[in-house]
């Protein structure tokens, strides 16, 4: 609890043993560590910071690194994460994985998560293979969140090797960092938001929901440029700005930046943002002290700390 209301945090990181087994799932051993814990350090660290819930997602790539075979795998890994929210069911909630290269088994599998498991959405990281999500082909997948009224979270994934190597090799061995939080992430994932709307998934499916994280990877920032060269003549008209503020939500998660929520507030409003740590990466600590730096009014911090991921998760 911060201020006698509970803390939601929604973009927190697990591996599942036979998942993060596979190649091109590892971590370094600290981070594995606490990736690992479910039952221990993890609840003993969100108590001593006064984080209530976490919401679980796998690990990246999680279900977009397997083949078109990877439904029944996806499927053992998201039973056992209901395990372990029904053995902790005020402190857990899951975000589905889902194997997307077979979108139509992923969409069931995401329905099966929501109506028999209880999960509250799913997490995609990145493109499946070389392919973005907003092409038509993995469209059934928003369909169907749309469909059962959960939100899908754009998690950030490394950039595709041909991208890395002319943008990032140069100096991502002295800042290896800049293929990832540094720089890379943030990239990849923004790319992903705007492929998505030009696509015109939101167009057929408008009501679909998308939660982005790191306080929208730079695009509040952007959004009027972005939004007016997009109008500009010679082109598909679309309303970019009108579909990134009225289809998506914001998470602070891994950046704690005074500044970036202001502008987020004044571009999308406090009702379309959300607490997040991005546990193991960052520390419990660091997300709240930053929160109890902030001068705003206990309205907006309610809707901030808790009351905005209960109503777009579902949460009792």
Known sequence: MYKNMPVIALEEHYFDRELAALPGYGAPPPIAKKLYDLDGERIEAMDRAG?????LSHNAPSGQGLGADGSELIRRVNDRLAELCTRHP??????????????????????????????????????????????????PVFERA?????????HPSYPMKAVADVYYADYAKAFPSILNAGWG???????????LILSGMFNKYPKTKIIVG????????????IDQALSRPGQEGIKFREVFCNNFWLTCSGNFSTPALLCCMQELGMDRLMFS????????????????????????????????????????
């Open 146 to 154: 749309q469909a059962l009224d959960v939100p899908i979270y754009l």
């Open 51 to 55: 984080i209530d819930v976490q919401v």
């Open 185 to 195: 992430f943030t990239v990849e994932t923004a790319t992903a938001a705007i492929r």
């Open 214 to 225: 790191h306080f929208g990877e730079g695009l509040p920032f952007l959004l009027w440029r």
């Open 277 to 316: 740590l991005d546990w193991p990466y960052v520390d419990n600590e660091d997300g709240m002290n930053w929160v109890k730096t902030l001068q705003i009014n206990e309205a907006d911090l309610r809707k901030f700390m808790y009351a905005n991921a209960q109503r777009i998760l579902n949460i009792p």
């Open 90 to 139: 005020k402190r857990f909630f899951g975000f589905a994985a889902l194997a997307t290269a077979d979108p139509d088994a992923a969409a069931r599998e995401l329905e099966r998560c929501v109506k028999e498991l209880g999960f509250k959405g799913a997490m995609l990281h990145g493109p499946t293979g070389i392919r973005f999500m907003d092409e038509p082909f993995f469209w």
